[in-house]
């Protein structure tokens, strides 16, 4: 019998991960409202699922401009899993562009390059997040920290040369962009 149980369960895990993996899939679609349900039944079964968590925050915020909902979401994502680089990132974002509270998103984005040292899109990400804000002072280090990590991303380019013309670094700015362009 301990063999059927072990079956059952590894069954039902791996069931989970298919409807997981169609939630993200369609997330990745932009067809979060086909993902929603998918996901509130993840959290029911699986209140431990951080990614489901974090896949919820994310439409609520961005498709339902709920950020106060999308916040205890996070929360519930990284008290599952407190290494969640994406969840981290998010949180940095919201408490960052909704709050305005850049002092404990940097909190979160520290642990982002404590967790995920060599992820040169959360840190692309990050810097994105400070040029919003305007502070574009801070956002270059993470742009040129993306670029030391992966000098094919282009989208870091663009950050940094928009830094700089808006720090009117107009040459710095003109290099970047046109280094940038050489690699697209």
């Given at each position: 019998t301990s063999d059927a149980g072990v079956s059952v369960r590894d069954e039902k895990e791996r069931l989970m991960q298919d409807r997981m993996q169609f939630a993200l899939d369609l997330c990745n679609k932009n067809k979060f409202d086909?993902?929603?349900?998918?996901?509130?039944e993840i959290t029911k079964t699986d209140p431990q699922n951080s990614e489901a968590w974090r896949l919820l925050a994310q439409r609520h915020w961005f498709h339902?401009?709920?950020?106060?909902?999308?916040?205890?979401?996070?929360?519930?994502?990284?008290?599952?899993?407190?290494k969640n680089v994406w969840a981290l990132v998010l949180m940095g974002n919201l408490l960052t562009k909704e709050q305005k509270d850049v002092e404990h998103a940097k909190q979160y984005y520290d642990k982002v390059l404590e967790y995920s040292p060599n992820n040169a899109i959360a840190i692309n990400n990050i810097g994105a997040t400070f040029m919003e804000c305007k502070d574009y002072e801070g956002a270059i280090p993470y742009f040129e920290k993306a670029l030391r990590i992966d000098d094919s991303y282009v989208n870091s380019y663009y950050g940094l040369g928009l830094c700089y013309y808006k720090l009117e670094r107009f040459e710095e700015g003109y290099d970047i962009c046109h280094q940038g362009a050489l690699k697209s």
């Open positions: 086909e993902a929603l349900p998918i996901l509130e339902q401009k709920d950020p106060d909902k999308a916040y205890d979401e996070l929360i519930e994502a990284l008290k599952c899993d407190p």
